[in-house]
């Protein structure tokens, strides 16, 4: 049985909603990592319009995992670990950008602060990918997506700001505009 504090953890978690054009996802917390873990993923609903690749099929994937040990660990600098994981699609130009990394780290760190997501011993890695498609495949001939995998560790028990944080950091992905702000595309049409 897990311990009230994890389940107040989880329940913050699960109370914030993502926006109408995110929709969550069932996914298996990893059982390894920590004695007590809760994952969530979240998607691009059907019908959701980005700014995203024009050319290709947007296909976003984002799993937010709270760890918890109750041995408080030290690489951990707590009890709670927060684990995120993040794959979008990029357009050409985006993934020839040079500062693409940084920008990527900027997603997730903007993101904390503004949602006032408490952290500490935060680290990570963003991954810009490139594929080529030769013979017979059907698709586009080249794609491009960023990556990101982080983990820190909450230092306050707002865990719902950390859920926040976190579809903040899909939107922003993505494209998608911040809430209450128009394309100028949507505009005219």
Do not use: K, N
Not at 77 to 87: E, K
Not at 102 to 116: E, I, K, P, Q
Not at 160 to 180: C, M, N, Q, S
């Amino acid at each position: 049985m897990s311990p009230p504090i994890f389940r107040q953890a989880v329940d913050a978690l699960r109370a914030v909603q993502p926006r109408s054009e995110l929709r969550l996802v069932d996914i298996d917390p990893p059982r390894r990592l920590a004695p007590h873990s809760f994952a969530m993923g979240v998607e691009l609903a059907e019908d959701a319009v980005t700014s995203g690749p024009s050319d290709a099929e947007v296909d976003v994937t984002g799993r937010l995992v709270l760890l918890h040990d109750p041995e408080a660990r030290d690489a951990w600098s707590g009890t709670f670990r927060m684990v995120c994981y993040l794959r979008a699609p990029l357009d050409v130009e985006q993934g020839d950008d040079p500062l693409l990394l940084a920008v990527g780290w900027s997603w997730l760190t903007d993101a904390l602060d503004t949602c006032r997501a408490g952290y500490a011993a935060l680290g990570g890695t963003v991954t810009r990918t490139c594929s080529a498609r030769f013979g017979d495949i059907p698709g586009p001939t080249r794609s491009d997506d960023v990556e990101l995998r982080a983990s820190w560790t909450p230092t306050d028990q707002e865990f719902g700001h950390h859920a926040e944080a976190f579809y903040r950091l899909v939107t922003h992905a993505i494209g998608l505009p911040e809430v209450g702000v128009s394309l100028m595309t949507e505009r005219h049409s």
